[in-house]
């Protein structure tokens, strides 16, 4: 059971990277910048694939990917929102 719900966020996680790549590629975005849209799915199936073992260890490491990609992207959204402000501002 744990295999198959792996397998299944493996599978997810390549349908969204394709995605991703492909929507930003419609912008012009080289694929190089795209990697940071990558990190936080990729961390969090990582810590949701360790949630599931019953190593507690694991577990716990697992936890504490999830809660990480939950705040990267925070982070980036916020810092995104400023350097925007930075910008606009700049150019005003």
């Excluded at 397998?7 to 995605?19: D, H, K, Q, R």
């Excluded at 799915?41 to 809660?67: A, H, I, W």
């Amino acid at each position: 059971m744990v295999f198959g719900s792996i397998f299944a966020e493996v599978f997810l996680l390549i349908i969204f990277t394709f995605l991703i790549f492909n929507f930003l590629g419609d912008f012009g975005v080289k694929k190089k910048k795209g990697l940071i849209f990558i990190v936080p799915l990729l961390t969090y199936v990582v810590g949701f694939s360790l949630r599931l073992s019953s190593v507690k260890g694991f577990v716990d490491l697992g936890f504490f990917l999830t809660e990480f990609s939950t705040i990267f992207v925070t982070v980036l959204f916020t810092l995104c929102l400023y350097l925007g402000q930075v910008r606009y501002w700049r150019i005003k």
